[in-house]
């Protein structure tokens, strides 16, 4: 049967797994900053998601885990994929976020948004649209 017409399957975005140290204590800062609720797992594994229970994070503990340079550098762990945030208020969002324990990027790029470093290293972006 020819790819056209075989029916296509439906795609629905799920979640997003992180690997890190330990994690139960990235699920605790992503929660907490995020204003979501943990999830069962288990076996070095941790979960929150969204008040509606539609979109979740889930972290993978790796005992071999690097964490990523950023701005990324030649000969060092290289980011694979970043997580973006948009906020209805910049300066109060970036604000929470490191009350939660993340830092702010030594290197900054746009006006509109702000790169920020959870604490095991994974860059993200908090971005007002």
């Known amino acids: 049967m ?4 075989a029916k296509k ?3 629905s975005f799920d ?3 992180i690997d890190c140290k330990d994690a139960d204590s990235l699920a605790e800062f992503y929660a907490k900053m995020l204003g979501w609720r943990r999830c069962p797992a288990g076996n ?15 972290f993978q503990t790796e005992p071999n ?11 060092y762990q ?3 994929i970043h997580l973006d945030f948009d906020v209805d208020d910049l300066d109060a969002a970036v604000a929470h976020a490191i009350s939660c324990g993340a830092r702010l990027a030594d290197t900054q790029y746009l006006d509109n948004v702000r790169v920020c470093i959870d604490p095991e290293g ?3 972006c908090i971005c007002k649209h």
């Open 2 to 5: 020819k790819e056209e017409n």
């Open 9 to 11: 399957p439906v795609f």
């Open 15 to 17: 979640s997003v797994v």
């Open 44 to 58: 070095g594994w941790a979960a929150i998601s969204n008040p509606n229970g539609t979109m979740y994070l889930y």
């Open 65 to 75: 885990y690097e964490p990523p340079v950023w701005p990324a550098k030649p000969g």
């Open 78 to 80: 290289q980011m694979m």
């Open 122 to 124: 994974h860059p993200f």
